[in-house]
């Protein structure tokens, strides 16, 4: 076996991975070979923390031997379509999550599967893809390096926050869209309409996938708020995980109440279609009504008998002027009524 202090070779068997080490509360050191990590377990004054990203199967297992955890939790860290839980096991605690963000292009958000492994002195996170950023969640870790005396448990509240409060961003940047919707919503052009659709649309369908991480998050941050409440620093760590476990219930009261609101603007967007065709029906009848005093006019005067001015000037003149004053008159009462 290894000892820390030991040369070891660059060639681990745990490529991408990213680790740390703290002794007393104190960053001793990081990015070490992920096969000292058994050997920093047996003292008692470690806190480790792993990070593997993107690990194959061969990589799961040999993760599995090492820090002996439960082959169903293993099987769910690898799962991409595992649902948000917080299980717990005899030497550890299994959380499955999942960090959002919003997409750019046609990926209205993109939804990264982040889980993790904390046991009595250690903290291990295995990400599918790099879509988690591990850089804001090593400086929220430095700018509260005091509560890394409290051990895994000040890491892993440390990730949920983080995950939190993207919550919050992603929710915030679809609540600033759906104002600029509202915006041109009433915007009277075809292309406006179908605009408004088509994002209504994508939005609607995010903000369902989004409910679904967001809404389990609760129950998971219960569990680990119970868990840690019950810990040897229950005292030092409750005020974070209670405060972790608010900003959760606001994210989920947020996303419905988006969600209410984008159902309210499709139906309103519905709605306003049916009135623009309702005033095209009326343009068009009006307009209808108009043509045909022309056309009932010349037809009239069109028949071959005789008729006041019958092959006189004045009696072309007199058409005209019915033709003019009828359908002035009839344009007057359908502007009046608002029709055209």
């Known amino acids: ?9 660059e060639q ?15 960053l001793e050191r990081e990015d070490f070979p ?55 096991y005899a030497t550890h605690l299994f959380l499955s999550t999942y960090a959002l963000r919003a997409g750019t ?3 209205v958000l993109d939804v990264t599967h982040v889980s993790a492994f904390c046991m009595a002195r250690a903290f291990v996170t295995i990400r599918l893809d790099d879509g988690f950023d591990l850089a804001p969640l090593l400086e929220r870790w430095d700018d509260n390096s005091d509560l890394m005396q409290y051990g895994p448990r000040a890491l892993e509240h440390g990730l949920l926050d983080l995950i939190v409060d993207q919550y919050f ?35 609607r369908k995010a903000l369902v996938k989004a409910r679904r991480v967001i809404l389990p998050m609760r129950e998971v941050v219960n569990t ?9 620093h229950a005292t030092e760590l409750t005020p974070y995980f209670e405060d972790l476990y608010d900003h959760v219930l606001r994210a989920a009261e947020w996303t419905e109440a988006l969600r209410d609101m984008v159902s309210s603007i499709f139906e309103t967007n519905m709605a306003l279609a049916d009135s623009r065709l309702n005033m095209i029906m009326k343009k068009l009848t009006s307009w209808a009504a108009i043509i045909a005093v022309p056309t009932a006019v010349t037809g009239y005067f069109g028949q071959n008998v005789p008729y006041p001015g019958f092959a006189d000037e004045w009696g072309f003149l007199l058409s005209v002027a019915l033709i003019v004053i009828i359908s002035g008159l009839l344009y007057l009462t359908f502007k009046r009524k608002e029709w055209l």
Request: proline letters at 6%.
């Open 169 to 203: 961003e992603a929710i915030q940047s679809f609540d600033e869209e759906i104002e600029g919707i509202e915006g041109a919503l009433f915007e009277d052009t075809t292309r406006s309409m179908k605009t408004v659709q088509v994002r209504t649309y994508e939005i």
């Open 1 to 9: 076996m290894l000892s820390p202090n030991d040369q070891v070779s």
């Open 224 to 232: 680990v708020m119970r868990r840690a409440t019950t810990s040897d």
């Open 105 to 107: 292009g046609d990926d």
């Open 12 to 26: 681990t068997a745990f490529p991408g991975v990213r680790t740390r080490v703290w002794r007393n509360g104190v």
């Open 34 to 88: 992920f096969e000292l990590v058994s050997d920093y377990l047996e003292e008692p004054d470690c806190l480790v923390w792993a990070d593997l990203c993107a690990p194959d199967e061969q990589t799961l297992a040999q993760l599995a031997e090492e820090l002996c955890l439960d082959p169903h939790a293993v099987e769910d860290a690898a799962s991409p379509h595992e649902r948000p839980k917080a299980t717990r």
